[in-house]
């Protein structure tokens, strides 16, 4: 399954056109789909907002895209299933890098 997450992620990478000066949300960033897109806009020079209920693994994507990819990121730990972190999520974009551009929905929430 790993291999086929980071085939992903080089396969989307080499797909985008440059996102510099973009900054992008991400949901369910800490692992899976959510943390190969992270790495895909990460590529291309997207600034990131990454959230996931994982703290430990969001730190460790947070770190690596840093270090692989120089670019800047912000992360918070919280549940999108409810109101109060989307709206969190948002002002950490506007306060951090004083936009949000794209919003990429990977993290599920559902009524069970």
């Given at each position: 399954m790993l291999?086929?997450?980071?085939?992903?992620?080089v396969l989307c990478a080499a797909s985008l056109k440059?996102?510099?000066?973009?900054?992008?949300l991400i949901t369910g960033a800490s692992a899976g789909i959510g943390a190969a897109t992270a790495r895909a806009f990460a590529a291309a020079g997207?600034?990131?907002?990454?959230?996931?209920?994982?703290?430990?693994r969001l730190q460790a994507i947070a770190a690596e895209l840093i270090k692989?990819?120089?670019?800047?990121?912000?992360?918070?730990?919280?549940?999108?299933?409810?109101?109060?972190t989307?709206?969190?999520?948002?002002?950490?974009?506007?306060?951090?890098?004083?936009a949000l551009h794209i919003a990429f929905n990977n993290a599920a929430a559902t009524p069970f």
């Open positions: 291999l086929c997450v980071r085939a992903l992620c440059s996102l510099k000066g973009r900054v992008a997207a600034s990131l907002v990454l959230n996931g209920r994982n703290a430990e692989t990819y120089g670019v800047q990121v912000a992360t918070a730990v919280g549940d999108v299933a409810l109101e109060d989307h709206k969190a999520l948002v002002n950490l974009a506007i306060s951090k890098f004083g």
